[in-house]
């Protein structure tokens, strides 16, 4: 029995898991806190974390019906991500393990994204390969067993997500924009604007999203405040187009250098409607396993993080007290 801990960015997650089963995962969102700045600001999020972890570890353990005498282990996000935000709940899952002489598992917040798809029902087993794109990473992860994954492609600018965030706002959009910025591309016209798709021709693996939004940015200036509202819908489709594009191109290009039997997309951005019907009519042209995880498993949430803890050292009391928090990703999460 783990409870887990993750706030490495804007959302507030705790989440009891029984193995592979999960009994509570526990989301608060702090978007509307941050919507009015038109995106996350870490110190707004820091503070609301310190608010809101000890009553959303309540809410967890209340709805799974344990209590902490039944926890075995505790896990939480020890990085990469916001060093103020990690610093709450790391502080607070030692908070927690402490007086109990409990282990604590720190979790590599990338893994957690993987580790989403070992969770019941139906968990996928390695290898496969992972498709992560979120509002702070997009990478293509190679999984070839439950403890880690090896970075085959990742972003060399923007992550997907922070573009559709910030074309979002550049069509008057709120944030998160994803959401808002897909629902407005189903009226539009994908081909209205013949965006060029980035990195297509660069024959790695990892991916661009500064080029495109640069490339919004002169397209909005020169069709002018009249222009773009006029023409939201097709900018917002076209954009949507070429962000897929880039994304299933590499897709594609790592299923031929890799031998890969399933491929299982993860992030926030994986809620995008598009992204999976492209990434789903590409695995069955080729015969492969498809695992998309629910939605509230694709966004942040500390379930995926408990997943992952299951197959990550766990530190004996008391050896994790001086632990830190890493806001870049050091993979595999090292002893202290
Ligand atoms: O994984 P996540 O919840 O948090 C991070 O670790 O960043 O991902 C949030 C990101 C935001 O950038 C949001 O705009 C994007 O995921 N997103 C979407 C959609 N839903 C969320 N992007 C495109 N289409 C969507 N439907
Ligand atoms: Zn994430």
Redesign the pocket.
């Given at each position: 029995m783990i409870l887990a801990i993750e706030t490495?960015?804007d959302?507030t997650c705790a989440a009891v898991v029984d193995g592979a089963e999960i009994l509570a995962n526990t989301i608060s969102s702090q978007d509307e806190a941050h919507a009015r700045f038109g995106g996350i600001v870490p110190e707004v999020a820091s503070r609301h974390h310190l608010e809101l972890t000890a009553p959303v570890v309540e809410c967890a353990l209340e709805e799974a019906g344990v209590t902490l005498d039944q926890v075995e282990a505790v896990a939480v996000t020890a990085g990469p991500g916001l060093i103020g935000a990690l610093l709450v709940g790391l502080s607070t899952a030692k908070a927690i393990a402490a007086p109990r002489k409990l282990p604590l598992i720190p979790v590599d917040h990338l893994q957690g994204?993987v580790a989403a798809n070992f969770l019941a029902p139906e968990p996928l087993e390695p290898p496969f390969l992972c498709l992560l794109a979120?509002?702070?990473?997009t990478l293509l992860a190679g999984v070839r067993d439950h403890s880690g994954h090896e970075v085959l492609g990742q972003t060399l600018d923007d992550?997907a997500?922070?573009a559709?965030?910030k074309v979002?706002r550049l069509l008057g959009l709120g944030f998160?924009?994803?959401?808002a910025?897909?629902k407005l591309a189903e009226e539009g016209d994908p081909e209205a604007f013949g965006l060029p798709v980035a990195m297509a021709r660069d024959p790695g693996l990892d991916f661009s999203f500064s080029g495109l939004k640069t490339a919004m940015v002169y397209l909005c200036r020169d069709l002018g405040e009249d222009g773009v509202r006029e023409r939201r819908a097709d900018l917002a489709a076209s954009f949507q187009m070429a962000a897929i594009g880039q994304l299933t191109a590499k897709l594609k290009r790592a299923l031929k250098r890799g031998d890969w039997g399933a491929v299982a997309l993860g992030?926030?951005?994986a809620?995008?409607?598009p992204?999976r019907e492209a990434v789903a009519a590409l695995c069955e042209e080729r015969g492969l396993r498809l695992k998309l995880v629910p939605l509230r498993l694709?966004?942040?949430n500390a379930a995926m993080i408990a997943s992952a803890a299951r197959f990550a050292p766990a530190l004996p009391y008391p050896e994790y007290l001086p632990y830190d928090a890493f806001p870049s990703s050091r993979l595999p999460v090292p002893a202290p």
């Open positions: 490495s960015c959302d994204h979120s509002g702070g990473h992550a997500g922070e559709f965030d979002a998160p924009g994803g959401p910025l897909q992030g926030g951005v809620a995008n409607g992204l694709c966004t942040d």
